[in-house]
């Protein structure tokens, strides 16, 4: 168990630079999520604290030691990849054996170990199969038990479901944050998953381009983003961003309003006609274009009204629910 | 092509690469640096020393009558070595590719005699093409036809055609079945219904979309009778009658080990040096594209 | 459907023509061979009052025997165990030599690696048929003559075997080796443990091939073994024919010849999707 520290971490390849100083302090037993887009370097960041990366220069902390220069087995850490990178000829329990096996664990406690972590993933009945002979979601518990026999102070995942189909990632999200919380590792994840960083993180990181734009518990990322981009990533359908004009005001950037926010309302501000309504069952999307042409979507409850394709509607909100960003796309 | 993974070191790799490193410079490169070096000299008669002639030596071989002919033979044998091996097996793929069943257990009867040895497949044609004992020569007298490969230069070169044709047929017939059946069923289904009947369907579709597979054995063929058929000339006619199936390889064996004339040979050597250069960059520059750097 | 020619599958006549025409191609292929192994049942003054018969006789077992034992310069159980030095020598040597390398092409960076990459790919165009007399005198320089290590050392580089175990390893995930670094292992660890156990169907499909190469050997025996008792069993063959007008032990000559097609053979035939993979995958 340890604490993470990330300071003014930077990667370039080359002369591309791929992380443009990121910061992150990590409590003991915490779960952070790192999400963004294909590209943002979360994966990057990930690997450098795995010791996969060299950095190119900050400072990566584990516990209370600089690691940069450390080898990925001298961090205390264990890493769950994304296409679990079991290794194909060894049985699930060698899969498992292989680093206490390098680290001149007793024969014993290897046992001891590789059961109880088979117990925890039910993994007990496939010990001797080879990693072909298993389902994807018992490939990713075997690699989840790898990184569990090692103690490690930190498990590192990238991207640990995205192979999985919907179904049983909703199942293996369930089972990674109550193993967490069990084992009381910190836990640094990265995911493309807008769900799964809400659902896992304690707190989550949100990387554009490099950079961190925020940090915070999910619930305040998504209630106060701090830039136009986290505030049009976290949340599903995205927020809406308006031009102060639309709506009569004066002053550049932007005004995003969540579609959960927005209601079809008489009296509401904005006028648009309606483009299209998927309804989900539970609620309805309703798409329409504003005058200046910009699309909206307004989420509502299926109890409510659907309006018919091209009626001219209005839409309404409540004051708190907009949200200011200048020309630069930061919270103003 | 590059790995993102890489170890740490410089020791240890380049410890892994010595042993090769070290074998291919003391018996490929310096040998075919001495090649090089032998052929701008020529020995004097007791071998004491060695006198400089520049290019010599090139200039002698090409002006030899005997060296031409040898570019011609190894020409001609090439030729008709590629030509009898891939056809026969190209016939032998085709009819075997056209059964839905049975056409592994014909491989399986096809394939084997890869594993004869150029030198053996020799012997064998030779036995059965003696001028007095072979049986083939028996019945091909009965016949009222005299074979003599011995004397005769144009049976002679057919056989040692034949026979390094013989042993080839199991390689290329593999890859043309290989290169057959990844052809799409459909495609072939799709002109049936068009229409195109067999000869056709060939012609116009199966033959086509064959040739990256032709055109690769075309030149593994060339090469490997250029080289690897010295066995067959070698136990059948050692380069007789009158150097009529003298190919070029024979050439550097028959002037540098049988006649102990190094400078020729060495000349000769760094010229195939050059032959085998040039396929070995067509081979990969049109063949083997997986070699990125 | 009624068959106008234009069908994908023969039926029928068809289908028996096809099959008349593979059957015509395997006894062309097989007839020398039948040929050979019937010489070696018979008798030589059966084979030496053409025509020699075209079914086996009853002269095997003192053919082979005598083969064997005593051959003609040498015991062919002697070349044969030469050979099978020399062809498990080769295969053995290439393979390992060549795992090596191409694991520190692939997996490290280091000084002159794109250099030594193209010295490898250069012996390519270096077969040992263009460089014969000065690699004898190498190897005779060496006093490596009627020896195995002459046999085999000139020919286990090689750049084929080097590319193929290049691209497999290009071809296994990165994730593996990160893992494995992970997991605290150390490029030799993860070359033994993971790497090796993963290649191994490459591997025995490359020992098959190179076997074949190894055992079919001629011209460089030739060369270098003088002693008919290091001689290889395919050019010992040819020096079992007498010079001059004297009339060849065909028998013997001919069971030799057997005895010289018997070990590839079997390696073919009884490895034949490693053979066919090696083959494919070392000729692409």
């Known amino acids: 168990m340890a604490t993470v520290s990330l300071q003014d971490i930077r990667k370039s390849f080359g002369k591309t630079d791929v992380i443009h100083g990121v910061d992150i302090d990590i409590a003991d037993g915490e779960f952070i999520v790192i999400v963004g887009p294909s590209g943002c370097g979360k994966s990057t960041l990930l690997r450098m604290v795995a010791g996969l990366e060299t950095v190119t220069s900050g400072e990566v902390r584990i516990g209370d030691r600089r690691v940069n220069e450390a080898e990925p087995m001298a961090r205390d850490i264990a890493m769950v990849f994304q296409n679990y990178a079991l290794y194909p000829h060894m049985s699930v329990f060698d899969n498992m054996a292989y680093g206490l096996k390098i680290a001149k664990t007793p024969k014993s406690e290897i046992e001891a170990r590789v059961a109880q972590a088979a117990k925890m993933l039910q993994l007990e009945p496939y010990l001797q199969r080879k990693p072909r002979e298993l389902s994807g979601g018992q490939r990713q518990r075997v690699a989840m038990g790898r990184a569990i026999v090692r103690k490690p102070a930190v498990f590192l995942f990238d991207e640990p479901l995205s192979n999985l189909d919907a179904k049983l990632r909703v199942q293996m999200r369930l089972e990674i944050k109550a193993l967490q919380r069990e084992l009381g590792v910190t836990a640094l994840y990265v995911t493309h998953d807008q769900v799964e960083a809400m659902t896992l993180a304690d707190r989550m990181v949100v990387m554009n381009g490099g950079v961190a734009d925020q940090v915070g518990a999910p619930l305040e990322v998504y209630g106060n983003p701090q830039t136009t981009f986290v505030a049009g990533f976290i949340g599903s359908p995205p927020t809406n961003f308006l031009s102060p004009a639309l709506l009569g005001q004066q002053g550049d950037g932007q005004i995003g309003i969540r579609p959960e926010h927005m209601a079809i309302d008489p009296e509401g501000a904005l006028q648009g006609t309606v483009a299209y309504a998927e309804a989900l069952g539970a609620e309805t999307l309703v798409h329409l274009r504003a005058a200046d042409g910009t699309q909206v979507t307004v989420r509502q409850d299926a109890a409510h009204a659907i309006p018919a394709e091209g009626s001219a509607i209005r839409v309404g909100w409540q004051d708190g629910a907009m949200m200011r960003f200048d020309a630069a796309g930061r919270r103003v | ?293 | 459907m009624a068959d106008r020619g234009g069908m994908v599958e023969r039926r029928g006549a068809g289908l028996w023509l096809t099959h008349l025409g593979l059957i015509l191609g395997v006894a062309f292929i097989a007839f020398p061979i039948w040929l050979a192994f019937v010489a070696s049942t018979v008798s030589q003054p059966e084979i030496v009052r053409p025509p020699m018969p075209l079914l086996p006789g009853d002269q095997m077992w003192e053919n082979y025997s005598k083969a064997l034992t005593s051959g003609v310069n040498a015991p062919v159980a002697l070349m044969l165990a030469n050979s099978m030095v020399m062809a498990i020598g080769i295969s053995l040597g290439k393979i390992a030599i060549s795992l090596l390398s191409a694991f520190a092409i692939v997996y490290f960076r280091f000084p002159f690696r794109r250099v030594f990459f193209w010295l490898i790919f250069l012996t390519l165009m270096l077969p040992v048929e263009v460089r014969i007399v000065p690699t004898y005198e190498v190897i005779a320089n060496f006093g490596m003559l009627n020896s195995y290590s002459g046999l085999i050392l000139p020919l286990v580089a090689s750049a084929t075997a080097t590319f193929l175990f290049r691209q497999f390893f290009m071809t296994v995930p990165d994730e593996l080796a990160e893992a494995a670094r992970v997991d605290g292992a150390g490029p030799m660890r993860f070359f033994f443990d993971i790497l090796l156990p993963m290649s191994r169907t490459n591997i025995a499909a490359l020992f098959v091939i190179l076997f074949i190469y190894g055992w079919n050997q001629y011209l460089w025996p030739l060369l270098i073994t003088t002693d008919p008792s290091m001689n290889t069993i395919v050019m010992g063959i040819k020096q079992m024919f007498p010079s001059g007008d004297d009339i060849a032990d065909w028998p013997v000559i001919m069971a030799t010849s057997i005895l010289a097609m018997i070990p590839p053979v079997l390696v073919v035939i009884g490895m034949q999707k490693l053979f066919i993979r090696g083959l494919v995958e070392s000729e692409k």
């Open chain 2, 1 to 293: 092509m590059e790995k993102r993974v890489t170890f740490k070191g410089i020791w240890l790799p380049l410890l892994l690469v010595l042993p090769q490193i070290v074998i291919t410079a003391v018996f490929f490169f310096y040998p075919a640096g001495q090649a090089i070096w032998q052929s701008l000299f020529i020995p004097d008669p007791f071998g004491l020393s060695m006198q400089w002639v520049g290019l010599g030596n090139f200039e002698y071989l090409l002006g030899d009558r005997y060296y031409r002919a040898s570019f011609v033979t190894t020409a001609i044998f090439s030729i008709l070595v590629t030509v009898v091996s891939m056809g026969v097996a190209l016939y032998l793929a085709v009819l075997a590719d056209r059964l839905i069943k049975g056409s592994g257990t014909y491989r399986t009867l096809l394939i084997w005699p890869y594993a004869v040895a150029p030198a053996v497949a020799g012997v064998l044609w030779l036995f059965m093409f003696n001028t007095r004992v072979g049986v083939v020569t028996w019945y091909l007298g009965q016949l009222g036809y005299d074979w003599n490969h011995v004397l005769n230069e144009g049976e002679a070169m057919g056989l040692v055609v034949v026979a390094s044709a013989w042993g080839r047929i199991s390689y290329n017939f593999l890859f043309f079945l290989a290169g057959l059946q990844a052809i799409p069923r459909s495609v072939i289904e799709a002109a049936a219904i068009d229409g195109a009947h067999f000869w056709t369907r060939f012609r116009t579709i199966v033959w086509p979309l064959l040739s990256p597979t032709t055109f690769f054995l075309l030149v593994v063929n060339i090469i490997y009778a250029f080289f690897e058929t010295f066995g067959v000339i070698h136990t059948i006619t050692s380069g007789g009658p009158q150097q009529a199936t003298t190919i070029l390889v024979y050439k550097v064996y028959a002037d540098g080990f049988v006649g102990q004339d190094l400078g020729s040979s060495a000349a000769q050597s760094v010229i195939l040096l050059f032959v085998v250069s040039i396929l070995t960059v067509i081979q990969f520059k049109y063949i083997e594209r997986r070699v990125h750097y």
